[in-house]
């Protein structure tokens, strides 16, 4: 059982960044995912980490944009924004799991935090 507690969020202009952060209760060597969902949206991926960093995957909207990365020996993860825009405007979900197919897909995170809400103004 893994707990995840994301911070960081906060009300930005657009073009400017922020970092999130999502602290893992105890030593997982899960993957560690964002995700982000606005309301009457879907939720949408934002990118993923493997164990170690060495596999990393964006969601398109992101690319360019956004960075993760973790610190194992802190049991977190992060989330590097920058250049953010009003439709990136939405409530961040950090989650960990297990990649069965090596790509990360939502349904193999099985650990969710409660979310930090990140909201761009234009």
């Known amino acids: 059982q893994v707990q995840l507690v994301e911070s960081g969020g906060g009300l930005v202009q657009a073009g400017g960044s922020l970092r999130l952060s999502c602290a893992a209760s105890?030593?997982?060597?899960?993957?560690m995912g964002w995700f982000r969902q606005a309301p009457g949206k879907e939720r949408e991926f934002v990118a993923s980490?493997?164990?170690?960093?060495?596999?990393?995957y964006y969601g398109d909207s992101v690319k360019g944009r956004f960075t993760i990365s973790r610190d194992n020996a802190k049991n977190t993860v992060y989330l590097q924004m920058n250049s953010l825009k009003p439709e990136d405007t939405a409530n961040y979900l950090c989650?960990?799991?297990?990649?069965?197919?090596?790509?990360?897909?939502?349904?193999?995170?099985?650990?969710w935090g409660q979310g930090t809400q990140v909201t761009v103004s234009s």
């Open positions: 989650a960990a799991g297990i990649l069965r197919l090596g790509v990360p897909r939502m349904a193999d995170f099985g650990y």
């Open positions: 105890a030593r997982t060597t899960y993957a």
């Open positions: 980490s493997n164990w170690n960093g060495n596999t990393i």
